[in-house]
């Protein structure tokens, strides 16, 4: 998220700045929660993105499988924390307990497509827009 912000602060105004990555996260798992590398991925870059207008990411694997769920990723922007707090939800929480698939289902910030029968990779796009 860092190379994002710091992506956007350097766009002249008004200007969007796209950043495509390809490749797979790696998580450590505490929990006993539902979610994928993914969908981990998109919890924690909404935390790091709470409250920041004009930014938002999307992280999925091109299989349409994020571990063992039904999408294949997620995505959040500078909402998905005030979002999720008016309904009562902790990404603390969530992301401790590896829980990211019902936080964000609750939100509807899902992915799913379906298995699409090809594995090239994950892939994680960050959009920004500086005001």
């Keep these: 998220m860092e190379e994002l912000r710091k992506a956007k602060e350097s766009a002249p105004p008004t200007r ?3 950043l495509i990555a390809g490749g797979e996260t790696t998580v450590t798992v505490r929990g006993k929660g539902k979610g994928g590398r993914n969908q ?3 919890l924690s870059a909404a935390v790091d993105m ?3 207008p004009g930014m938002a990411v999307l992280s ?3 299989d349409g499988i994020d571990g063992p769920t039904d999408c294949a990723g997620a995505f959040a922007d500078g909402t998905t924390i005030s979002r999720a707090t008016a309904l009562g939800l902790s990404p603390e929480a969530h992301l401790d307990r ?3 698939y019902p936080f964000l289902q609750a939100l509807s910030d899902l992915v799913v497509t379906g298995p699409t ?3 090239v990779t994950d892939i994680a796009i960050g959009i920004a827009v500086r005001t």
Excluded: I
């Design 16 to 18: 969007a700045v796209v």
């Design 40 to 42: 981990e991925f998109v």
């Design 50 to 52: 709470d409250g920041m």
């Design 60 to 62: 999925c694997g091109t």
């Design 98 to 100: 590896n829980d990211a």
């Design 117 to 119: 029968g090809t594995n």
